[in-house]
């Protein structure tokens, strides 16, 4: 099913879809030759005598002339987050769903046989890890294991072999919901976390359970919602939270953030990801303000574009990650999706600095 182009209105507009729930997470493969691959996620409470939570993963062929392609879509439990494994660590690339009934999924991307080849998705396993909601999940560097933040607090982490999900250490890391769980990419025996407690954890794997690092308990007015490393400076890390502040992070010092006057979004900074080939320019997605681009070069810290036409919680977003060629035209991390929850729209754009 093709998802046509809106009209021409806007200049940064390529497709919008609805999906079949509130939507709440996007995420580009980035593995060749699936960089076109978008996988979106949705969370839905359902109401009534016996409530639950219903939702589904849908994939789609993401193209800046075609726009929006659906290639398949799964039914499962509601969906707080999914991820793509690391690139290069397997033949097909692997998506890990952490979701509310505490459970870890992992489902399989994989080319059809069919005449027309398109790609779907399969699942491989699932592991039960706790009683409470799954809420984030982040992959190892090396692909060997996965993390997840749970809604007790607690921190999970599961090995990955194959076919297999096996849990191999959980502790008490925080006092409310973890939103937010980051490897460090050359240091992968540190993971960072945050919470609802308001605080930024840092953790040593190496000991089970894991040693506390250290603990930024004062920075954070509200809970922190997502964190993540700089690619190219590994020292740099970037905290959002719900008091609306991007805050940039030296883990040499974590008494205080590099900029005294962190950047104020106007909304709850719910997502931040790193542009996949441009290391100053990130994209934020911040809740009730909806969707900025962000330039962190050195002391300036600055929004250069903004995207609002979602009409309800500005809550996924991604850059396509490596490099696609259009009518002769190499185009590099150009296209991105965004997706708001009550409105269930899912959108790819072009920003405009970039063009």
């Given at each position: 099913?093709?998802?046509?182009?809106?009209?021409?209105?806007?200049?940064?507009?390529?497709?919008?879809?609805?999906?079949?729930?509130?939507?709440?997470?996007?995420?580009?493969?980035?593995?060749?030759?699936?960089?076109?691959?978008?996988?979106?996620?949705?969370?839905?409470?359902?109401?009534?005598?016996?409530?639950?939570?219903?939702?589904?993963?849908?994939?789609?062929?993401?193209?800046?002339?075609?726009?929006?392609?659906?290639?398949?879509?799964?039914?499962?439990?509601?969906?707080?987050?999914?991820?793509?494994?690391?690139?290069?660590?397997?033949?097909?690339?692997?998506?890990?769903?952490?979701?509310?009934?505490?459970?870890?999924?992992?489902?399989?991307?994989?080319?059809?046989?069919?005449?027309?080849?398109?790609?779907?998705?399969k699942e491989v396993c699932s592991e039960k890890v706790s009683s409470s909601m799954?809420?984030?999940?982040?992959?190892?560097?090396?692909?060997?294991?996965?993390?997840?933040?749970?809604?007790?607090?607690?921190?999970?982490?599961?090995?990955?072999?194959?076919?297999?999900?096996?849990?191999?250490?959980?502790?008490?890391?925080?006092?409310?919901?973890?939103?937010?769980?980051?490897?460090?990419?050359?240091?992968?025996?540190?993971?960072?976390?945050?919470?609802?407690?308001?605080?930024?954890?840092?953790?040593?794997?190496?000991?089970?359970?894991?040693?506390?690092?250290?603990?930024?308990?004062?920075?954070?007015?509200?809970?922190?919602?997502?964190?993540?490393?700089?690619?190219?400076?590994?020292?740099?890390?970037?905290?959002?939270?719900?008091?609306?502040?991007?805050?940039?992070?030296?883990?040499?010092?974590?008494?205080?953030?590099?900029?005294?006057?962190?950047?104020?979004?106007?909304?709850?900074?719910?997502?931040?990801?790193?542009?996949?080939?441009?290391?100053?320019?990130?994209?934020?997605?911040?809740?009730?303000?909806?969707?900025?681009?962000?330039?962190?070069?050195?002391?300036?810290?600055?929004?250069?574009?903004?995207?609002?036409?979602?009409?309800?919680?500005?809550?996924?977003?991604?850059?396509?990650?490596?490099?696609?060629?259009?009518?002769?035209?190499?185009?590099?991390?150009?296209?991105?999706?965004?997706?708001?929850?009550?409105?269930?729209?899912?959108?790819?754009?072009?920003?405009?600095?970039?063009?």
């Amino acid at each position: 099913m093709i998802i046509h182009h809106e009209l021409e209105t806007f200049k940064m507009d390529i497709g919008m879809c609805y999906l079949d729930g509130n939507a709440d997470v996007v995420e580009f493969c980035s593995h060749y030759p699936f960089h076109h691959i978008l996988a979106a996620g949705t969370y839905t409470l359902q109401e009534g005598t016996q409530p639950h939570r219903e939702g589904s993963i849908s994939l789609f062929s993401a193209d800046p002339v075609v726009g929006l392609e659906l290639l398949c879509r799964v039914s499962t439990v509601g969906v707080f987050d999914i991820k793509w494994s690391p690139s290069g660590e397997s033949i097909h690339p692997l998506l890990a769903q952490a979701d509310a009934d505490g459970c870890i999924g992992l489902y399989n991307l994989s080319k059809t046989e069919t005449e027309n080849e398109g790609s779907i998705l399969k699942e491989v396993c699932s592991e039960k890890v706790s009683s409470s909601m799954c809420l984030c999940v982040d992959w190892k560097p090396s692909g060997s294991s996965v993390c997840l933040g749970l809604s007790d607090g607690s921190i999970c982490m599961v090995t990955v072999r194959e076919a297999q999900l096996q849990v191999s250490q959980s502790w008490l890391g925080h006092d409310y919901e973890v939103w937010a769980t980051s490897f460090d990419a050359h240091r992968p025996n540190l993971l960072y976390t945050g919470s609802d407690d308001c605080c930024f954890n840092c953790w040593d794997l190496r000991a089970s359970p894991s040693e506390i690092v250290f603990r930024n308990a004062k920075s954070h007015q509200m809970g922190v919602c997502c964190i993540t490393q700089n690619p190219t400076n590994t020292n740099i890390l970037l905290t959002g939270s719900y008091d609306e502040f991007l805050r940039v992070w030296d883990v040499r010092s974590t008494s205080k953030p590099v900029h005294e006057k962190s950047l104020c979004l106007g909304g709850g900074v719910w997502r931040i990801k790193y542009h996949p080939s441009i290391s100053t320019f990130i994209l934020a997605a911040c809740m009730h303000n909806g969707f900025a681009v962000v330039s962190t070069e050195e002391e300036d810290v600055r929004v250069v574009e903004t995207y609002c036409k979602h009409e309800s919680l500005a809550y996924g977003a991604d850059w396509q990650k490596g490099e696609i060629s259009t009518q002769g035209m190499l185009r590099k991390g150009l296209l991105v999706a965004t997706c708001s929850f009550y409105d269930r729209r899912l959108r790819i754009w072009q920003p405009e600095f970039l063009s």
